[in-house]
């Protein structure tokens, strides 16, 4: 069965400096992988898709990379503001099963 | 454009009474996924579809639980009857089949007291 892991579980960083959120996942067969935010009581807001053949995508100051064959995603987060502040969590997709992370809960301090 | 669209928004029951918790997808989405998010679990994928047919409902609980899906721009996720330990955000979502790239609904906010 795959698992996914999101470390750290919690990350606070000051505004504008650049961060990166780790997701690993134990089998390299799959088919995409995406992050979302999640903020307070809210639902889940795609950022970015990655397909398995993919090795990064980008969107305004959001950059995923996929490296299947360790087994980790990473995403990028250039220039950190306070509306960054979120809940962030990797999901990977296998063909057929769906498979979340626990999340990384993100404070940007002003 | 109108997103995934979850009702109700809250449902505040006692326990043993049914719910009915319902869903309309993206307009054009042909899959569709409910999830029920706890803090002690997470997020867990509980049935998906694809063009109407169910797929994968190996996260379903109990037969308490159950999920149809009549057309292409409806869902219903059904208890009953319900439990304490059944109270969490339940979240419906939908893809392209070609892509499973998700988009997400607000939620149902469940309490079974």
């Known amino acids: 069965k795959q698992e996914v892991t999101q470390i750290p579980a919690a990350l606070s960083v000051p505004e504008g400096e650049n961060l990166v959120l780790n997701c690993s996942f134990t089998d390299s067969a799959i088919y995409n992988l995406q992050w979302f935010r999640q903020d307070p009581g809210k639902g889940l807001t795609s950022l970015l898709l990655i397909q398995s053949s993919q090795r990064e995508q980008t969107s305004g100051r959001l950059n995923a990379s996929l490296d299947k064959s360790s087994g980790r995603s990473t995403l990028y987060i250039a220039a950190s503001q306070p509306g960054d502040s979120a809940t962030y969590l990797c999901?990977?997709?296998?063909?057929?099963?769906?498979?979340f992370g626990t999340g990384t809960s993100l404070t940007v301090i002003p | 454009d109108a997103g995934v669209i979850q009702s109700p928004r809250h449902e505040v029951t006692e326990m043993g009474q049914e719910v009915t918790l319902r869903c309309k997808p993206i307009s054009g989405h042909n899959s569709l996924f409910w999830y029920r998010q706890t803090m002690m679990r997470g997020l867990e994928l509980l049935i998906y579809?694809?063009?109407?047919?169910?797929?994968?409902d190996s996260g379903m609980p109990e037969d308490r639980f159950s999920a149809k899906m009549p057309n292409a721009s409806f869902s219903t996720l059904k208890i009953q009857p319900s439990e304490p330990r059944d109270s969490a955000v339940y979240f419906c979502?939908?893809?392209?089949?070609?892509?499973?790239?998700?988009?997400f609904g607000p939620g149902t906010r469940l309490t079974v007291l």
């Open positions: 579809f694809n063009n109407n047919v169910p797929i994968d």
């Open positions: 999901a990977v997709n296998t063909g057929n099963q769906f498979y």
């Open positions: 979502a939908s893809s392209l089949v070609e892509s499973y790239e998700q988009f």
